[in-house]
Structure formats: C-alpha cells, structure tokens
C-alpha cells in the first residue's frame, strides 16, 4: 500500500538559516511521482514540485532543492538561506502511475521562520 | 479567472442539514479530485473525475457524501445530514489529464463548520 510519512510535525528556524523537510514513501510499484505542495497562512496549495521515479537527479529552483533517493525511498526538501515567507505547511505526496490513481498526502510539516 | 476556483469560501450550518459545495476547474483540465482537510489531519483523498465519471469513489467517508460533475467542468460535493465531523476544509483541484504526470493544482478550498 502507498504511504507517505513526515516524520517532522513542527519545524522553527530563524530566517536565514537553511532547513530540510523529510520524506518518506512507501510504494510497491516502480513506477511512481513524488510531489511537494506548500499550504501558506492563506490556506492555498501551491505546487512546487513532481518528480518520476525514473529520474533520481536532485532539482534545485532557486532556494529550494530536493534529495530523492530510491535507496531510502525518501524525498526530502531543503529551503536555503530561509525566509519568513516560507513560513507554511508543506505536503510531501505520492501518486502511483496509473492512469486512475489518487495521490497520497503525507501529514504535513508546519514551518515556522522566525525573523 | 486561470485558477481553480470554489464556492463558497466559508459555510457553517447547523447539525442535520445538506450542503452543496462548488468547484470550477481551470478550464479544459478533464479531471478534477476533492480532498478534504480536517483540523490536525493531513489531505484526505474523497473523489476523482475523469470527464463526468467517477471511477475512484472509495475515498468518500460515508454514503451521505457523494458528487457529480456535469458538462466535463463543475462540479459539486453534497453533504447530506452533516454532522460535526464533517467539518473540515474542502479541497478541489483539477489537472490537465487523468494520468499522474498531469499535476494537480489546487482552489482555495472551502471551509466547513458543523454546529
């Protein structure tokens, strides 16, 4: 069955400070996509990433990278040089590739940035 | 407007009473999923639209719960009989395909209250 668990319930950094979000799947299919969503005050999702399971090449966008790794089957995001912008909740999330098939969210990890 | 879009933002009714709840996709995006997001709890999966059809309804929590979509665009979410653990904050979102490749994007969501 998939599962998806953020270990990480609360987070506090001060800005500036670099921080990883952790993420962990579980998937029995080897054909899977790993996304990353993040939840402002405002309550919006907002998309930042999807990543197949053919592809292990770490993505860097600006500030934020990602670490996907097969063999630990984790995803895990790190925010450099953080801001109290990034002050959210971020959703790790799995979806199997099926054409019919859900995604899975994990529980969330709240992120305070503290100026 | 280019986003997902939901109405209403913010509902409270009383114990026992249905309620109706909105999503316009962006449009021409073919599928269309609801989640739902309770206080302390991560997103939960309730329904996935490809076109009009639902092949996926086993994520809805009970039978008082159930949606339709028409005209392969909105769609609504009914609650019949609400009850207090009904509320949470409803989630819509659509993408351009069925497949997990297409990427998910998110409307503001609709805020349930039960009294």
């Known amino acids: 069955a998939q599962k998806v668990t953020q270990a990480q319930t609360e987070i506090s950094v001060v800005e500036k400070e670099d921080v990883t979000l952790d993420c962990v799947y579980e998937?029995?299919?080897?054909?899977?996509?790993l996304f990353w969503y993040k939840q402002p005050p405002s309550g919006e999702l907002v998309f930042l990433i999807r990543r197949n399971s053919f592809d292990e090449q770490n993505e860097i966008s600006g500030r934020y990278s990602w670490n996907f790794q097969k063999s630990t089957s984790s995803f895990n995001f790190t925010i450099t040089a953080s801001q109290v912008v990034d002050s959210a909740v971020y959703f790790c999330?799995?979806?199997?590739?099926?054409?019919?098939?859900?995604?899975?969210f994990g529980k969330g990890t709240r992120l305070h940035i503290l100026p | 407007g280019a986003g997902v879009s939901q109405s209403p933002s913010n509902k409270v009714t009383e114990k026992g009473k249905d309620v109706e709840l909105r999503c316009d996709p962006i449009?021409?995006?073919?599928?269309l999923y609801w989640y739902r997001q309770s206080l302390g709890q991560g997103l939960e999966f309730l329904i996935y639209f490809q076109g009009n059809s639902a092949p996926d309804k086993s994520g809805l929590p009970s039978d008082r719960f159930s949606a339709e979509r028409t005209g392969g665009s909105v769609s609504t979410l009914t609650i019949q009989r609400t009850q207090q653990e009904d509320s949470a904050v409803y989630l819509c979102?659509?993408?351009?395909?069925?497949?997990?490749?297409?990427?998910?994007?998110f409307g503001p969501g609709t805020r349930l209250t039960v009294l």
């Open positions: 999330a799995l979806s199997e590739g099926r054409w019919d098939d859900k995604i899975i």
């Open positions: 449009s021409g995006h073919t599928a």
């Open positions: 998937t029995r299919d080897t054909t899977y996509y």
């Open positions: 979102a659509s993408s351009l395909g069925a497949t997990s490749t297409d990427t998910q994007y």
